[in-house]
């Protein structure tokens, strides 16, 4: 199972809205609406921000949206705050029953 | 409020074998899975299996197949992860997560993982 394709690195202002896309195929990111995004600061353990594409888990700000659209799922942030900076992980549940992540995406607000 | 508390950092050398605890607490254990995620230094995240608590049915990345064994002692509520055959690369930071997804009767359909443990860093060093 490959990896899913994010970009390596965005960036934005504080108050401005990114988008992190993560594509993938039609056996996992295309077929089912079980992806997740996970944020991980510097030495931390990944946390939980979106999961089954749009939902968030409470506690997590409505900041934080996400979507999907064909083999592409989206991550975006707006109102862009310094805490925001991390990277960002997508995931997906895969027809083999299985889980793959993205890459990762490092976040940088300038 | 649910916590993963894992075991502390292993220093092995190549050949040996790893094997890494996972205790959870504030949930009931057999009602969820756990799954481990590794991350070697300066990389991403990656999926390395999971199992059921319920009933130790386990889902190996077909990477690491015949090489890792993930099991449970519901007694204590704690889960484990060992990986033997030890090489440089597998050198990371192990991760235990709780389960999320559709659990039937012979595993689970995996769909994303709510809470973490803090990490356990394994290096393999001659």
């Known amino acids: 199972q490959s990896a899913l394709t994010q970009p390596a690195s965005v960036s934005g202002s504080p108050g401005q809205s990114i988008t992190i896309s993560c594509t993938g195929t039609?056996?996992?990111?295309?077929?089912?609406?079980?992806v997740s995004w996970y944020q991980q600061h510097p030495g931390k353990a990944p946390k939980l921000m979106i999961y089954d594409v749009s939902n968030r888990p409470s506690g997590v700000s409505n900041r934080f949206s996400g979507s999907k659209s064909g083999n592409t799922a989206s991550l975006t942030i707006s109102g862009l705050q310094a805490e925001d900076e991390a990277d960002y992980y997508c995931s997906s549940y895969t027809s083999s029953s299985t889980q793959v992540f993205g890459g990762g995406t490092k976040l940088t607000v300038l | 409020q649910v916590q993963l508390v894992q075991s502390g950092a292993e220093v092995k050398k190549p050949g040996a074998s790893v094997k890494v605890s996972c205790k959870a607490s504030g949930y009931t254990f057999t009602s969820y899975g756990i799954s481990w995620v590794r991350q070697a230094p300066g990389q991403g995240l990656e999926w390395m299996g999971w199992i059921s608590a319920y009933n130790g049915n386990t889902n190996y990345a077909q990477k690491l197949q015949g090489r890792v064994t993930m099991t449970t002692d519901t007694s204590t509520s704690t889960a484990y992860m060992e990986l033997r055959s030890l090489r440089s690369d597998d050198t990371a930071v192990y991760y235990c997560?709780?389960?999320?997804?559709?659990?039937?009767?012979?595993?689970?359909?995996?769909?994303?993982?709510?809470?973490w443990g803090q990490g356990t860093l394994v290096t393999v060093s001659s």
């Open positions: 039609s056996s996992d990111v295309g077929g089912y609406n079980y």
């Open positions: 997560a709780r389960l999320m997804g559709d659990y039937y009767g012979s595993g689970i359909k995996p769909y994303y993982f709510d809470y």
